[in-house]
């Protein structure tokens, strides 16, 4: 039996994500700086500048309910992608309401995503059963961040 490394992200609103081990790069626990972006989606409202790059910052939680989410706890998580295989890493934000927690995932956990939210079809890869948490979608940050 396979089992990976993976960080479990606490996005709010009850809503629980993971990602690799590698892609968690940074964690911004106080607050940082956030700037407007006019006539952007409700879910990625803000910009935040880390290591002289301006990164989108996403509200998961927003994004998947349809409706503002609140702000969470202050964190920030810096996430690292590829748009495409041997690219150069791209960077995200997304916002959480509690610091990611790393958990061990097996092949033997393996399910189905959440039906009660449809949007993870179009940012999952994959989504595994947390004992005592329900189903946990795996993030495809590219299709996270970049546009269909």
């Not at 791209?90 to 959480?96: D, E, I, K, R, T």
Request: charged share 20%.
């Amino acid at each position: 039996m396979s089992e990976v490394n993976a960080w479990l992200l606490d996005l709010g609103e009850g809503l629980l994500a993971a990602v690799g081990e590698l892609e968690l790069v940074h964690l911004l626990p106080d607050a940082p700086a956030l700037f407007d972006v006019p006539q952007s989606p409700a879910y990625c409202r803000k910009v935040l500048v880390w290591q002289q790059e301006i990164l989108p910052l996403m509200n998961l939680a927003t994004r998947l309910l349809g409706r503002p989410a609140a702000r969470g706890g202050g964190l920030v998580a810096v996430t690292a992608y590829q748009e495409r295989p041997g690219a150069d890493p791209s960077y995200g934000a997304l916002m959480l309401s509690a610091p990611p927690v790393r958990v061990r995932v097996a092949d033997s956990q393996a399910c189905g995503l959440p039906e009660a939210q449809p949007g993870w079809r179009h940012m999952a890869i994959a989504c595994f059963e947390r004992e005592g948490r329900g189903p946990v979608p795996v993030l495809d940050l590219a299709k996270v961040f970049l546009p269909p």
